[in-house]
């Protein structure tokens, strides 16, 4: 291709010419922005038996495929579940652990705590038992000999002996660890 110059002609213009003369030349090209379009080859039906031939056949292979992605996730999450169960066993162990020492801490406190009030006299007992919590109380006080606990009742104030005395009375009450029905 030849291209002449022209004395007074820009880059810009001399662009825009040959990209005319490009433009030209595709045009003067007989095919040259034809598409090619597939024809049907003879040997493939042109209806979907074909199609669904090919489905039917690999539809074992897809569904073995499908069962065996299902079967490494759930054994995925049975691992999981078995991690979480051992976690949990251990955190009972040492719950239970803890539980039994707790327990019987509060046993040899409690043997404690009954002989300290078994050894004092009524009236100050009674002063001490009145500032604890009624259940606590009333725990120590049926632990006590009955002479003992029944002076003690006598030197509290009849309020706090009434609490006392109801906590009593609702522990020996077999209908108290009952459900309501």
């Excluded at 292979?61 to 051992?86: C, P, S, V």
């Excluded at 049926?142 to 609702?170: D, F, G, Y």
Aim: hydrophobic share 45%.
């Amino acid at each position: 291709m030849m291209t002449h110059r022209l004395p007074s002609a820009s880059n810009g213009l001399r662009r825009r010419l040959m990209m005319i003369a490009a433009g030209c030349t595709m045009l003067a090209i007989p095919g040259a922005f034809a598409q090619e379009v597939a024809a049907p080859s003879a040997g493939i039906p042109a209806n979907g038996d074909e199609i669904q031939q090919f489905c039917t056949n690999i539809a074992d292979a897809a569904r073995d495929q499908r069962y065996l992605l299902q079967k490494k996730d759930l054994e995925k999450l049975q691992a999981d579940i078995d991690e979480r169960i051992a976690t949990l066993e251990k955190r009972r162990a040492e719950y239970e652990d803890w539980l039994k020492r707790r327990n019987d801490f509060l046993k040899q406190a409690q043997i404690g705590l009954v002989g300290i009030y078994k050894t004092m006299k009524a009236d100050a007992a009674a002063a001490k038992l009145e500032l604890v919590n009624p259940g606590v109380a009333a725990a120590i006080i049926m632990q006590l000999p009955p002479r003992q606990s029944s002076l003690i009742l006598s030197e509290m104030s009849s309020e706090k002996a009434a609490v006392v005395t109801n906590v009593i009375s609702s522990a020996t009450d077999p209908d108290t660890s009952k459900e309501p029905s």
